[in-house]
């Protein structure tokens, strides 16, 4: 009757994902909202014989986080640009709830901006597109050997998810990742408000403006106020890019209703001003050799 319950116990925790003899094989999850690229890495895994358990796909930051939710993979490899949800806002929910999941980043955005909020989410590593199999096939590899590793060393798959339960209970955010969690879904929804305010994500996050402003920065990396910027200005670029929209409309569209302090925020963000961004990526952005 103990092991039955034991059993019972363990299948409810996973919800039926894995089996006993999967407990040392890793999950993959690939997030990316162009078909050739999770088919590209499929390929890899493929060519490299590596055995994960699954690999599970996913188009969108939504169902990315979604699926890392429901299926807990070892390993995540996110494109930062996608569609609603982006990977850098995915990422950093997912963080928040599974700590000891691996993040690779994949990016056409060769930018410090991006490689910095990166690596403060907790990311090991980015590639660059397109990416090349052999350079993926590599890190795969060695991430893969880590992790089955790790697993391994657990005597039985129920006694390393306790583990990964006391180390994700003994995290500074894992206490406050839904309040987070929501502030992040919340920001990312309405950041064209010009209006909002740490106050207005506190309430909705249901902690005190300072209590939110605290574990925002220590489940996310960054401040509040940095990661709202953040998120406008990704979306001005996106704008500027993709219409003939003024500069003007572009930062009011974005929630700035004071143009000068969309110019210097712009500046500040990208090292340059709207304007030569907009003609600066006209050029295809050079491959990493």
């Not at 406050?176 to 879904?185: G, H, Q, T």
Request: charged content about 25%; aromatic content about 6%; hydrophobic content about 45%.
């Amino acid at each position: 009757m103990l092991e039955l319950a034991r059993t019972e116990r363990f299948a409810s925790m996973f919800q039926g994902a894995f089996q006993q003899e999967s407990s040392v094989r890793p999950g993959l999850l690939v997030a990316d909202d162009t078909p050739i690229i999770r088919s590209t890495i499929s390929r890899v895994v493929a060519a490299e014989a590596l055995d994960f358990a699954n690999v599970w796909e996913a188009k969108n930051g939504s169902e990315a986080v979604e699926l890392a939710r429901r299926e807990r993979p070892e390993l995540i490899l996110i494109d930062i640009k996608m569609p609603g949800v982006d990977g850098l806002d995915a990422a950093a929910i997912i963080k928040a709830e599974l700590p000891r999941t691996r993040l690779i980043f994949l990016t056409a955005y060769d930018e410090f901006a991006y490689v910095q909020r990166a690596l403060k989410i907790g990311a090991l590593d980015y590639l660059l597109k397109p990416i090349r199999p052999a350079k993926l096939g590599e890190l795969l590899r060695k991430l893969h050997g880590e992790i089955c590793t790790e697993l391994s060393a657990s005597s039985s798959a129920a006694d390393a998810e306790v583990a990964r339960d006391v180390t994700s209970a003994a995290t500074p955010c894992a206490q406050e990742r839904d309040p987070v969690k929501r502030a992040i879904a919340f920001i990312s929804e309405n950041y064209a408000d010009e209006n909002m305010s740490l106050a207005a994500v506190a309430n909705i996050a249901h902690l005190s403006p300072s209590h939110l402003a605290h574990r925002f920065r220590e489940c996310v990396g960054i401040s509040y106020k940095q990661f709202l910027t953040e998120k406008r200005i990704e979306a001005a670029k996106d704008l500027l890019l993709t219409t003939d929209t003024t500069n003007e409309a572009v930062a009011e569209q974005v929630g700035y209703a004071n143009v000068t302090n969309f110019y210097r925020l712009f500046q500040r963000e990208t090292g340059m001003t709207p304007a030569q961004f907009r003609r600066s990526e006209k050029e295809p952005v050079p491959n990493a050799q």
